[in-house]
């Protein structure tokens, strides 16, 4: 498919800014200005690629995997290489060839790429122009993004380089009914409840983007009891099922209750993913996964848990898991006064202790039993 990559200022990657309202008495002196804006927005094509601010980027689904984001926060501590490395990718540079102390995450002059930025438009996220002048849906990629826009050195500023799907500004009315139709919106909350699109947050990241915790098991277990189906055609590189992840968290939610679990202890979290893989693989292979219309193993069903694969993601030392919980962890200890912490940890012991007591009491009465029964 051919790309053009739209130049909209003297810059080789324009910063596409939308015009904030213009009073009334200011309307008619900067209409002039504001008209050859409109039409660039308006004369965009599917396919363009143009580069804009995370700020002016509209999401389309209400939810978040919190714990996706949290091990690419960690990753980032750890070397910020794995960041300027997610930046190059995401705007098309195919990685970082280079960077030094001086390197900011908003300005990519700062760093440089292996390839010129925009040239892998494969990896580019996608939008959605409109219904009104200026207005940008986005379409893939909520949680990279988000993660930019999170990250302490990151923000509202941080430019990022898109690839045009739709041009709908002249949809009017038929906008919402429109992305419905080509699967370009996802109106399901946190609680699995259906949403309406003016309930859609009005920014990325995670303050605004609830947390999923299904989408975050169903997240970690790709490739461990599902298996995204392979693509159609040479050409295509990502999955042809739309919201695949999304659905099969709506399926684990109506099957298990992960309330029970303290996500933030990370052995809770590794019981409540080895279930949740049990019981996708236990799910019939013909039962309809989520709003997909899909049956489970259409949706990549495996016939059994991958045991290894989940054994390396639970115990792995840079696994997206343990990165994870390694950031909840710190995060958790550092918001937390340590008194209560202390506390915390003094009851979880004492419930372990009883436990095993109960336990040992059992046994006890359990050849208690066998003895009288045998004499």
């Not at 009851?347 to 006890?364: I, M, R, Y």
Request: hydrophobic content about 35%; aromatic content about 6%; proline content about 4%.
């Amino acid at each position: 498919m051919h790309h053009r990559l739209v130049l909209l200022s003297s810059s080789l990657f324009m910063l596409f800014t939308l015009s904030l309202p213009l009073a009334a008495e200011e309307a008619s002196e900067e209409s002039v200005e504001n008209q050859d804006e409109q039409s660039e927005y308006q004369a965009l094509e599917n396919g363009d690629i143009i580069t804009i601010t995370l700020d002016q980027l509209l999401p389309t689904q209400a939810v978040l995997d919190h714990d996706a984001e949290n091990a690419n926060l960690q990753r980032y501590k750890n070397d910020l290489k794995f960041m300027y490395d997610d930046l190059c990718r995401l705007n098309g540079g195919k990685g970082i060839k280079s960077w030094d102390e001086n390197s900011v995450p908003t300005d990519p002059n700062s760093y440089t790429c292996k390839g010129k930025l925009g040239s892998d438009s494969e990896a580019l996220s996608t939008i959605v122009v409109g219904p009104e002048d200026g207005v940008l849906y986005l379409t893939t990629n909520h949680t990279i993004l988000s993660t930019f826009w999170d990250m302490p050195n990151g923000g509202t500023s941080v430019p990022i380089t898109v690839k045009v799907n739709h041009n709908l500004i002249s949809s009017g009315d038929d906008f919402w009914a429109e992305m419905i139709n080509d699967k370009e919106v996802w109106l399901v909350n946190q609680k699995g409840k259906k949403v309406k699109p003016d309930d859609l947050p009005e920014y990325i990241g995670r303050k605004q983007l609830k947390h999923d915790k299904y989408l975050s098991l169903a997240h970690f277990l790709t490739g461990i009891s599902y298996q995204p189906p392979k693509p159609d055609g040479k050409d295509n590189k990502q999955a042809t099922i739309p919201y695949l992840a999304l659905n099969w968290a709506l399926a684990l939610r109506g099957k298990m209750k992960i309330s029970k679990y303290d996500l933030n202890d990370p052995e809770e979290y590794a019981t409540a993913i080895t279930e949740a893989a049990t019981i996708m693989v236990d799910i019939p292979d013909d039962e309809i996964i989520g709003k997909s219309k899909l049956t489970a193993k259409e949706m990549g069903q495996m016939d059994a848990v991958d045991s290894k694969a989940l054994e390396a993601l639970l115990t792995g030392e840079n696994t997206n898991f343990t990165l994870a919980t390694t950031y909840r962890v710190n995060k958790k200890e550092k918001s937390t006064p340590k008194a209560v912490l202390e506390e915390q940890k003094a009851q979880k012991e004492k419930e372990e202790n009883d436990k095993k007591s109960a336990e040992s009491e059992e046994v006890k009465e359990s050849a208690k039993g066998d003895v009288e029964g045998n004499g």
